[in-house]
Nanobody, 117 residues
Framework: QVQLVESGGGLVQAGGSLRLSCAASGTNFANYAMGWYRQAPGEERDLVAR???????FYADSVQGRFTISRDNAKNTVFLQMNNLKPEDTGVYYC???????????WGQGTQVTVSS
């Protein structure tokens, strides 16, 4: 059974940085595209960044140039480096794994990120 465990969230002042990690187990990690989603209170869960099994990346316009997604297949882990954080980056960040054939999809439990002004 696939499990995703996020870590690295917390409280930071505007302009600060955080690094989120998502450790995967129970699957062949290299066969999955990995994504980070953000859900603010009362809002929908939106895609923040995504990295394919081949290493191609995509970023939401709001985080382009500030956030960097990366993966370490040897450690079954995906990272989200968040720099120059803004209050609007506040929310619960969820890790997502989608198998390359789109037939398997998993979510982590989420980690809270709060950016104070």
């Amino acid at each position: 059974q696939v499990q995703l465990v996020e870590s690295g969230g917390g409280l930071v002042q505007a302009g600060g940085s955080l690094r989120l990690s998502c450790a995967a187990s129970g699957t062949n990690f290299a066969n999955y595209a990995m994504g980070w989603y953000r859900q603010a209170p009362g809002e929908e869960r939106d895609l923040v960044a995504r990295i394919t099994s081949g290493g191609s990346t995509f970023y939401a316009d709001s985080v382009q140039g500030r956030f960097t997604i990366s993966r370490d297949n040897a450690k079954n882990t995906v990272f989200l480096q968040m720099n120059n954080l803004k209050p609007e980056d506040t929310g619960v960040y969820y890790c997502n794994a989608v198998r390359v054939d789109w037939k398997d999809n998993h979510w982590g439990q989420g980690t809270q990120v709060t950016v104070s002004s």
